[in-house]
């Protein structure tokens, strides 16, 4: 079982930045995939980017690369999102997920962040 909280989320205006934080606790593993995903009212969850536990493997959804870093803290059990040059369709909740074995499996509750224009 693993277990995640996120922080981070706010209120910022379009070009600004913010940084999420994604603790975990639990039974966690250098097996693990961490991720994040955002859902704005009214769609679908997407996929925004994703780091290994170990390793320095990431992927990013085109819509954020360049401006989205996925990053992580092993000593501290924490993956971070480092959002720049963020859109106001960057709005949405965000999530941070544990994949394993190529599945995600664990999710927090979420954390929202709103752009205004």
């Known amino acids: 079982q693993v277990q995640l909280v996120e922080s981070g989320g706010g209120l910022v205006q379009a070009g600004g930045s913010l940084r999420l934080s994604c603790a975990a606790s639990?039974?966690?593993?250098?097996?693990?995939?961490l991720g994040w995903f955002r859902q704005a009212p009214g769609k679908e969850r997407e996929f925004v980017g994703e780091?290994?536990?170990?390793?320095?493997?990431?992927m990013y959804a085109a819509s954020v690369k360049g401006r989205f870093t996925v990053s992580r803290d092993n000593a501290k059990n924490t993956v971070f999102l480092q959002m720049n040059s963020l859109k106001p369709e960057d709005t949405a909740v965000y999530y941070c997920?544990?994949?394993?074995?190529?599945?995600?499996?664990?999710w927090g509750q979420g954390t929202q962040v709103t752009v205004s224009s």
């Open positions: 780091i290994r536990w170990s390793g320095d493997n990431r």
């Open positions: 997920a544990v994949a394993i074995a190529g599945l995600y499996k664990y």
């Open positions: 639990g039974r966690t593993s250098s097996r693990y995939t």
